[in-house]
């Protein structure tokens, strides 16, 4: 099993840029979750998909974020426009399922905005 | 709301068990986890416990749940120098669907 896949690994860009994080859940799991962390505030959860359905996005920060998920296996996470403030490590976890179920992270993207 | 406190630091010597605690405050938690974060990497699921057990073993770890005080600790014996890391509880409210809540994690710093 290749686990959870996330692309690009390190993303450098300027203020104001488009970012956009993708991730490949592992196959069979029908929840995907993303995450934030930074030294200040640690992990945080952005949103969470069941079934490509948003569940929970009370944790995205602002209007400037959005996650989508068009099918089973893809999810992306965009930041428009981009600030330094949002310079952090964006992790994807999936699961079997909403709610029991242990999630399984991926390795990460490193996003740094000057 | 709910909440999950980890002390920062740890350190031990290699060889040495190593016991990271862990409180939570939500009480209708179902699940508890804890993961591995080495440097430069995600979170690797270490092990879980649900709540209605007191304890459970793998290998080298050991995690108690004191569900009365809501107090979780992972204990690692024989502690290697591969085990330096940072740790994370987590908890999945029962009452919060797929929401983990993490701690701010502990950094274990093995010493050979």
């Known amino acids: 099993d290749a686990g959870v896949i996330q692309s690009p690994r390190h993303e450098v860009t300027e203020m104001g840029q488009e970012v956009t994080l993708r991730c490949k859940p592992i196959?069979?799991?029908?929840?995907l979750f993303w995450y934030r962390q930074t030294m200040m505030r640690g992990l945080e959860l952005l949103i969470y998909f069941n079934n490509n359905v948003p569940i929970d996005d009370s944790g995205m920060p602002e209007d400037r974020f959005s996650a989508k998920m068009p099918n089973a296996s893809f999810s992306t996470l965009k930041i428009q426009p981009s600030e330094p403030r949002d310079s952090a490590v964006y992790f994807c976890?999936?699961?079997?399922?909403?709610?029991?179920?242990?999630?399984?992270f991926g390795p990460g993207t490193r996003l740094t905005v000057t | 709301g709910e909440d999950v406190e980890q002390s920062l630091f740890l350190s031990v010597r290699e060889g040495d068990s190593s016991v990271i605690n862990c409180t939570y405050t939500?009480?209708?938690?179902?699940?508890l986890y804890w993961y591995k974060q080495e440097p430069g990497a995600g979170l690797q699921l270490l092990t879980y416990i649900f709540s209605n057990m007191d304890m459970k073993q793998d290998q080298r770890l050991t995690v108690l749940l004191n569900k009365k005080d809501k107090h979780l600790s992972l204990r690692i014996a024989d502690t290697q120098t591969g085990d330096s890391a940072i740790y994370f509880c987590?908890?999945?409210?029962?009452?919060?669907?797929?929401?983990?809540?993490f701690g701010q994690g502990t950094e274990l710093s093995v010493k050979p």
């Open positions: 987590a908890e999945i409210s029962g009452n919060q669907g797929g929401k983990l809540i």
């Open positions: 196959s069979g799991h029908n929840s």
């Open positions: 939500d009480s209708s938690s179902t699940y």
């Open positions: 976890a999936s699961s079997l399922g909403q709610g029991r179920s242990e999630q399984y």
